[in-house]
């Protein structure tokens, strides 16, 4: 395999999760070197509250159209709390391989009128276009847009994949199981009808995330790593396969005492 090729002439491994470590452990291997978690990190300016439209819909959706996003999950999930007396709306603003294969679930499902599409556009503009974000991915690693939502203060529904549960830390528990339509249904119900209840979780969540994965930090924590590699390159390499800070991350978000 090419990455394990390049595993033996790499001195610093960088991942931008816990998640993400764990998986190159698994699939290819123990890299020798400097090997760090550092997580991505959101600007001051992420944190200002977003203005909804003025046709804003119930809920908004932004990511690229195709099936690891977990879209087909959510459409369904709307059909089912309209066929329950709910007349939810959503926005879903993005571009990609299966945007014709949603838009046709859409019309089968008879949404046309309540589900539109949009297309791509910052993410900042697009968080506007609706009320509660739901990110339902079946598979992720540390996505910018759950950290964007989070900042923003809006109100989000996303999945228990990948890094996410590392974005959430001791919110973690409120994540919905990916790929589950009746989950997803529950999870926006809940948060409409308890509006109280996903002001005070959304602010929460901003409150984490403001405190764990500021930019600064990102940009400071990669330069200063950059500069030990560049000290130790050279030197005789040992195996380092642990990547600190994994278990005090991870463990914030389980418990004391997780162990992979």
């Known amino acids: 395999m090419f990455e394990r090729l390049l595993m033996r002439r790499g001195n610093l491994y960088l991942f931008e999760s816990a998640y993400s470590h764990d998986t190159f452990r698994r699939k290819v291997g123990c890299p020798t070197g400097i090997v760090r978690i550092v997580h991505n990190g959101v600007g001051q300016a992420e944190f200002e509250p977003i203005a ?45 391989p299966d945007a014709a294969t949603l838009q046709t679930q859409v019309g089968r499902l008879g949404l046309c009128d309540a589900v539109r599409f949009v297309s791509a556009m910052p993410a900042r503009a697009a968080l506007a276009l609706g009320q509660i974000v739901v990110i339902p991915s079946r598979a992720e690693s540390l996505p910018y847009v759950v950290l964007e939502a989070a900042a923003a203060g809006k109100p989000l529904i996303t999945t228990l994949v990948g890094g996410i549960p590392e974005i959430y830390g001791p919110l973690a ?18 948060m409409i009808d308890n509006p109280a209840m996903a002001s005070q979780t959304s602010q929460e969540l901003r409150a984490h995330v403001a405190a764990s994965f500021a930019v600064n930090t990102m940009v400071e924590t990669v330069l200063a790593l950059y500069q030990q590699a560049l000290d130790v390159a050279g030197r005789t390499k040992s195996p380092t396969c642990g990547a600190a800070p994994v278990e005090n991350k991870m463990e914030r978000i389980y418990g004391p005492g997780y162990r992979r």
């Open 173 to 190: 528990v409120g994540l919905v199981p990916p790929d589950n339509v009746e989950a997803l249904a529950q999870a926006v119900a809940k």
């Open 52 to 96: 909804l439209t003025a046709d804003a819909t119930d809920i908004v959706f932004l990511g690229e159209l195709r099936v690891l996003k977990g879209i087909d999950v959510l459409i369904n999930a709307i059909a089912v709390l309209r066929r329950n007396g709910r007349s939810l709306t959503a926005t879903i603003v993005g571009d990609g």
